[in-house]
């Protein structure tokens, strides 16, 4: 069977330019589905990880859920039970008994919405403790940016000087396009330039530098505040905790307490 020979390329340039134009596409399409792979793996293992949390803390919890259902119910039958033999014996003083079970429970919900309300108070005193520093970081910033303006004029004249040198070269060669760009360039740049007498510098610095001290006073009375308030909320804490740590004894205490 004869075979014919593919026919030779009569332009090996434009070929040569058409294959590494292909093979460059091909490149790119290769890269962005690795990204697109890499990307879609990223994902699966974060889903992975995900369920694998879920997994892990149902572990066994179909047989402990069905235990401590039927504990769960074991107890409140206890319970009623319990109740009811001691209403049986207690009677009229049942009512007496119940008005000091939830006088107990009252104080000890006072005390949760006390902690609640300073943990709030606490966390409105750290923001604001936070707002006052970065306001005592800018008035800073500013007063040390005051105080270094001079040579930051100096400079921007330089750069003025340094445009007007370059605009004199172009001027003796007749490059008069580049003379007008750069005369624009430097009028532009010029603008911007203010240099404040010594009097009005110095007024400046002075607001600036107590506006920052200010600032600064403010922060560290805030910070105070913030800690003051932390300190609140720990207390409070405490003794919550051990008003529930105490809560069965306490309780049984008052019960038994007569009453005046």
Known sequence: MDTKAAPRSTNPEAELAEQQKALKE???????LTRSASGTEAT????QAKIASVQQALAGYDTRSKAMTKQLNEYQDKISQKTR??????????DKLDRKIQQ???????????????????GEAAAAAAEANAQ???????????????GDVQALLDGVASLLDQANKAETQGEYVTLYGLAKIARTLIDTIKVDDTDTLTQALRTLQDDAEAARDNAT??????????????????AYEAAQAGRTANLLKALNTPEP
Do not use: N, W
């Not at 033999?85 to 049942?94: N, S």
């Open 85 to 94: 033999i001691a209403e049986t014996v207690l009677k009229d003083d049942k």
């Open 136 to 150: 005592a970081t800018q008035k800073q910033f500013e007063f040390e940016a005051k105080k270094k303006s001079a």
């Open 26 to 32: 091909t490149q790119d399409a290769i890269a962005k």
């Open 221 to 238: 009375g805030l910070r105070q505040d913030a800690m003051s308030a932390a300190a609140h909320v720990a207390a409070e804490k405490a």
């Open 104 to 122: 107990f429970q009252d104080g000890l919900d006072a005390q949760l919405a006390t902690l609640e309300t300073a943990c709030a108070e606490a």
């Open 44 to 47: 699966i293992a974060a889903l």
